[in-house]
DNA sequence: GCCGTTGTTGTACAAGTGTATAATAGCGGG
DNA sequence: CCCGCTATTATACACTTGTACAACAACGGC
């Protein structure tokens, strides 16, 4: 006779808040924000609901959690995309734009996320201060990229304006892509970004001039 | 003593959806999606949980009007605003611009509603068709002014592709200023969305070439 | 080997959810 | 003035939700 497997098995608790958070994200992908409940996330995760109250505060606070996790891996994933370029700024800025348009950044499950944890900054402060930052570091790592290469070639230009317009166009572009991938395509995403560099480098934007005042 | 008034008055069909569906706006916007049930909706209207569902399917659909309603009428500002300026199609792109960065455009309100929109495109195939077709008239709207301004000046690029990048950075400005709007400003925005124009006028954009093959 | 800590379960309960149903009543047509 | 149509209500029901609680049991320390 074998023996009884043990009904369960006790986790340290940053372990299994990482599986809950990993059960949240499949939920989202599955389910939607409205599917997305205490017990479909316990379900998900093979364990009581009980113990989802027992790590976090209520589902807000696990997708708040969720999110976290994703987006760390997310800028993990840029990052080594630019570790892994050539020491120029512009190789840097191109790779990031590679890695911006394929998994494990462009992927629909991410998106459903990403909607969830937007519909939560309204209304709750803790939340807008981490969107806040994301956002914050996700710009100045683009905007210093884009201080360099037009430094180097004497480009006078508001690189402020520029990264956030470059940004918002990344983010628009990678929105669309993931809500409808048939309308328009990752290659052409890739050929729009490509080509704002392009300008950039060849000193177009000359209408985003130094910021008067 | 006074004639007791009507304990509710009958409206027409067209009428009473109308006014859910301004409720339905209402509680996305005070609640969020979450928050967002029948009963809520019917409370915000004054009206009994059942009439909801009598004439609509369920929330889902009810949210799917609530995006068609606010859409339309989003619609209407951008068009009015590109009515009103000069015959052509640079000024009216800039006043499609200015539109785009103030109200009833530029509100928070309206990307409650978005966020929850987005996040049934998934799943549901009738919304996911409602969206393509949403987008494909405001980017066509976009691509026909660009190929107006650059036919004029004989400047050859791929049109589709800049109109493509064009409303990629309009949502991504937008959602980001509905968003948060204290990391950057309106003005901001108008700048850099102005400074996209001037550069296309000026010639800009030499690398969206024309599609080859 | 036992014991204490505590992660985990199962249950219970109140509140909220969508929806079906019959009864009500506003309002226009005769 | 009454009548019929149907928009509207009120209620009921089955279900899901979040959370509290006591009991359980896995696992490390002794």
């Known amino acids: 006779m074998a023996i009884a497997e043990p009904r369960f098995t006790r986790d340290l608790?940053?372990?299994?808040?990482?599986k809950l958070i990993e059960a949240t994200a499949q939920c989202l992908a599955e389910?939607?924000?409205a599917?997305?409940?205490?017990?479909?996330?316990?379900?998900k995760a093979n364990?009581?609901?009980?113990?989802?109250a027992h790590h976090f505060k209520g589902i807000d606070d696990l997708i708040v959690a969720t999110y976290g996790h994703v987006g760390e891996r997310v800028a993990e994933?840029?990052?080594a995309a630019m570790d892994s370029a050539p020491e120029?700024?512009?190789?840097k800025l191109r790779a990031f734009i590679e890695a911006s348009f394929k998994p494990p950044v462009l992927d629909r499950d991410l998106l459903a996320i990403w909607l969830s944890f937007w519909s939560l900054v309204r209304r709750d402060p803790g939340v807008r201060k981490v969107h806040k930052k994301v956002y914050a570091d996700y710009r100045r790592r683009l905007e210093e990229l884009i201080a360099d290469i037009t430094a180097a070639r004497r480009i006078k230009i508001d690189v402020h304006l520029a990264a956030l317009g470059f940004t918002a166009m990344l983010d628009g572009l990678w929105l669309e892509l993931c809500l409808d991938p048939t309308t328009f395509s990752r290659d052409d995403?890739?050929?729009?970004a490509h080509a704002w560099v392009d300008d950039l480098v060849a000193?177009?934007?000359r209408a985003l001039g130094i910021r008067r005042g």
Chains 1, 2 share one sequence.
């Open 13 to 18: 608790p940053e372990v299994r808040k990482r």
């Open 31 to 33: 389910f939607g924000h």
């Open 35 to 43: 599917g997305t409940s205490v017990r479909a996330v316990a379900a």
């Open 47 to 52: 364990v009581s609901p009980g113990l989802v």
């Open 77 to 79: 994933a840029l990052t």
């Open 88 to 91: 120029d700024s512009e190789s």
């Open 189 to 192: 995403a890739l050929r729009i």
């Open 203 to 205: 000193g177009g934007f």
